[in-house]
């Protein structure tokens, strides 16, 4: 038996097939069908589908960025010293002072403060535009009386 659109159920028949008995007859066997009803659970209501893209954009981003700078200064002080008064590295604020020293030859050895060398740090705003690629989701969900497709039912 075939099954055929609309539920109808179509059986090969050929006269030239059927078995003859000893008498040459034909014999036409009976067919019947015995019908079982029952229940069973089956999922045919309403369903969604739910569809994800993902997109990607891009977008400029300018933030500050802190960067140090050093301002190195020389300052001639010339100025003979006692070997007690020996100057020591020091800061003042946010500058720091070294102080260089050399030796003269005198009748005697002194100790004379050259220079100092100033190192100031100071703190600079810079922008640096930059791109990114940022990623985003879109989610669409679609709603259906009765499943699209036959094969889709859960059984």
């Known amino acids: 038996m075939e099954l055929h659109e609309?539920?109808?159920?179509?059986?090969?028949?050929?006269?030239?097939?059927l078995p003859r008995d000893l008498n040459d007859?034909?014999?036409?066997?009976?067919?019947?069908?015995?019908?079982q009803v029952g229940k069973r659970v089956v999922d045919a209501g309403s369903g969604v589908r739910i569809h994800k893209t993902v997109t990607e954009r891009?977008?400029?981003?300018?933030?500050?960025?802190?960067h140090d700078e050093l301002q190195v200064q020389h300052v001639e002080v010339?100025?003979?010293?006692?070997?007690?008064?020996?100057?020591?590295?020091?800061?003042?604020g946010d500058t720091l002072i070294i102080p260089i020293l050399?030796?003269?030859?005198?009748?005697?050895?002194?100790?004379?403060?050259?220079?100092?060398?100033r190192i100031t740090k100071r703190q600079r705003e810079?922008?640096?535009?930059?791109t990114v690629v940022l990623?985003?989701?879109q989610i669409s969900v679609?709603?259906?009386?009765e499943w699209p497709d036959p094969s889709s039912r859960i059984v």
């Open 6 to 17: 609309g539920g109808n159920y179509r059986l090969p028949f050929a006269f030239d097939r």
């Open 25 to 35: 007859k034909h014999v036409i066997r009976r067919v019947e069908e015995e019908l």
């Open 58 to 66: 891009e977008q400029l981003i300018d933030l500050p960025l802190m």
């Open 78 to 92: 010339g100025k003979d010293l006692a070997k007690s008064d020996i100057p020591v590295t020091r800061y003042e």
């Open 102 to 117: 050399e030796e003269v030859l005198v009748v005697e050895t002194r100790l004379r403060l050259k220079e100092e060398v």
């Open 126 to 130: 810079k922008h640096i535009p930059q």
């Open 135 to 137: 990623k985003s989701e």
């Open 142 to 145: 679609e709603r259906f009386e």
